[in-house]
């Protein structure tokens, strides 16, 4: 998978890239990865790449030429690439949505800035925009940054046991609901006066399974009851 970034800040970016799984998934080439300057697709010697909203209005926008010509660049690489702009005003991005993006060939994420982007060039280069929340934050890197690293972690071969995907929280239960995953415990069983509920050091692995479909349901009922179906729900 080829995974791109159009950014004026790509420093944020590659030493993500650098990190943690994602560098690993780079180093061992499950996928290519690259931050792009909007910059150096600017004009003048300023590079200026936002100005003032028409309308009026706080703040600036960023100018449709250069991210343009960014995007531009990238699909003369992967003229299938899907772009998808990080935008508030976008679907929200879940579990779902990870699955779906980590099965295509190429993504590019185009991160905002300021007050947002010309709206017509969201219309002639963008395939879809993502929000990964109700909240507003100061760019669309740190989200980027969060769409990539769910969709890659994904990918077949990079985590060190593929099967954890599948026990997750968020995964869709034959039923269709979606679980939290249940509480984890690791050494020493004993802790500050707390003991490893008895059931998990027992070995019985039928009985292990059930406390944790158990637990996790009763924690989804809990805190996000809205995931279950209404047959799980009571
Ligand atoms: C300060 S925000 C602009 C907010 C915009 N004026 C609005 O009210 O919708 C600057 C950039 O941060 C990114 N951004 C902010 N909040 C985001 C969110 N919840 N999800 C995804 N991207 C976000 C977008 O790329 C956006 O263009």
């Not at 890239?17 to 994602?22: A, G, H, V, Y």
Request: hydrophobic share 40%; proline share 5%; with cysteine.
């Amino acid at each position: 998978m080829r995974i791109d970034f159009l950014t004026i800040f790509p420093e944020l970016i590659e030493s993500f890239l650098r990190c943690s799984l994602i560098g690993k998934a780079r180093e061992t080439g499950l996928i290519f990865s690259k931050a792009w300057n909007i910059r150096d697709f600017a004009d003048g010697s300023q590079r200026r790449i936002d100005d003032t909203p028409y309308g009026g209005g706080a703040g600036m926008v960023m100018m449709a030429e250069p991210i343009m010509q960014s995007i531009e660049a990238v699909r003369r690489i992967e003229p299938q690439s899907t772009v998808v702009c990080l935008s508030p005003t976008g679907d929200v991005f879940n579990q779902a949505v990870a699955l779906e993006l980590s099965q295509l060939s190429s993504v590019t994420f185009l991160c905002g800035r300021y007050e947002g982007i010309d709206e017509r060039v969201l219309k002639l280069g963008v395939n879809r925009k993502i929000s990964i929340g109700d909240y507003i934050l100061c760019g669309g890197e740190v989200a980027s940054m969060v769409i990539a690293e769910a969709m890659v972690r994904l990918l077949p071969g990079v985590l060190g046991n593929d099967q954890s995907i599948h026990t997750e929280s968020f995964q869709k239960s034959e039923e269709g609901s979606l679980f939290l995953e249940a509480p984890q415990y690791t050494k020493p069983s004993m802790w500050r006066g707390h003991s490893v509920p008895e059931v998990l050091l027992t070995g019985d692995h039928g009985k292990i399974a059930a406390w944790r479909k158990e637990k996790s349901l009763e924690l989804t009922r809990t805190v996000r009851p809205d995931l279950l179906q209404p047959e799980d729900s009571f």
